[in-house]
């Protein structure tokens, strides 16, 4: 019989654990839902940072190359 008794507690400790966990989760899941709530939203709207300010089309160039156009393009525009 104290084998049975000892399986028992053993059980009862297991689940007692098992609901202390999942009311831990719980708690941590409301936690992170209000502070989601409550949190500025993102910047630009949730724009990518990379991409932010970019229009579609040709790009400046990144290198500052310009003053190698070939002449007749710097006579035209001046």
Do not use: H
């Not at 297991?14 to 910047?43: F, G, S, W, Y």
């Amino acid at each position: 019989m104290a084998n049975r008794t000892k399986v028992t507690q053993q059980k009862r400790a297991r689940e007692r654990a098992k609901q202390e966990k999942m009311q831990e989760k719980t708690r941590r899941r409301e936690e992170v839902k209000t502070r989601k709530a409550n949190e500025p939203p993102q910047l630009g709207g949730g724009e990518d940072p990379d991409i932010a300010g970019i229009v579609p089309g040709p790009q400046p160039s990144p290198w500052d190359d310009d003053d190698l156009l070939p002449v007749e393009e710097e006579a035209d525009n001046k």
